[in-house]
């Protein structure tokens, strides 16, 4: 079946530093990625998406390629500010009614 | 605000009982989904339907079950509830999809916090 394993948490970062948060993958067929943030006490967001293998998602100064040769979605930000701080999720999605299959999250902290 | 509605916010209950969590999806979408957000799951997939058809199940329970209407909300039904049942339900619409159709966006809810006591 469809899966996501992403980076351990949580990920503490001084303001302005690069962000990287790993997400890899296991899929039949070709699944659309994601990147949902989660804000406390807020539902999930869509961040960012990509479609097809080399696509580039981009949102708000984040970023991911769909790295289909090495299953991966990588999320990454150069410079990441306090308001960044949040739950972050790798999903794709994949089955017959497209549902999304998460990650288990990755908590980021971002200190002034 | 993703315009996807989702009542009540919280709700407290105790052990045995049933409880109903309602979900407008955002104007336009056909599809719903459900999803349940615990400590030690996860966030897992729990039911989708399509205009008003049940069109995939995953991780649900048979206690739990779940209707579209022909308005398009939704209403998920929690029944002999247990304590792992507490947790964070999510609601999601999307435009499709129907069988075969390209993945759309999925928006979610601000969500349902069940607490079971």
């Known amino acids: 079946g469809n899966s996501v394993t992403q980076m351990e948490g949580p990920v503490t970062l001084s303001e302005e530093a690069f962000l990287t948060i790993n997400c890899t993958y296991t899929a039949t067929g070709y699944p659309s990625l994601f990147w949902y943030v989660q804000y406390p006490g807020e539902g999930l967001q869509l961040l960012l998406k990509a479609t097809k293998a080399d696509d580039k998602g981009s949102n708000k100064g984040f970023e991911a390629t769909y790295r289909k040769e090495t299953t991966s979605f990588h999320l990454e930000k150069g410079s990441v500010q306090v308001s960044d701080s949040a739950v972050y999720f790798c999903a794709l999605s994949g089955g017959s009614a497209r549902q999304l299959t998460f990650g288990s999250g990755t908590q980021l902290t971002v200190l002034p | 605000d993703s315009g996807v509605t989702q009542t009540p916010k919280h709700l407290i209950t105790a052990t045995g009982q049933r409880v109903t969590l309602r979900c407008s999806p955002r104007?336009?979408?056909?599809?719903v989904y459900w999803y349940q957000q615990s400590l030690d799951q996860g966030l897992q997939f729990l039911i989708q339907y399509y205009n008003g058809e049940e069109r995939a199940k995953g991780n649900i329970l048979e206690r739990f079950s779940a209707q579209q209407f022909p308005d398009l909300h939704s209403e998920l039904n929690l029944s002999s509830l247990e304590l792992g049942d507490s947790a964070l339900y999510f609601c999601?619409?999307?435009?499709?999809?129907?069988?075969?159709?390209?993945?759309?966006?999925?928006?979610f809810g601000p969500g349902t916090r069940l607490t079971v006591t």
């Open positions: 999601a619409s999307s435009v499709g999809t129907g069988l075969g159709q390209a993945p759309y966006e999925q928006y």
């Open positions: 104007s336009g979408d056909l599809s």
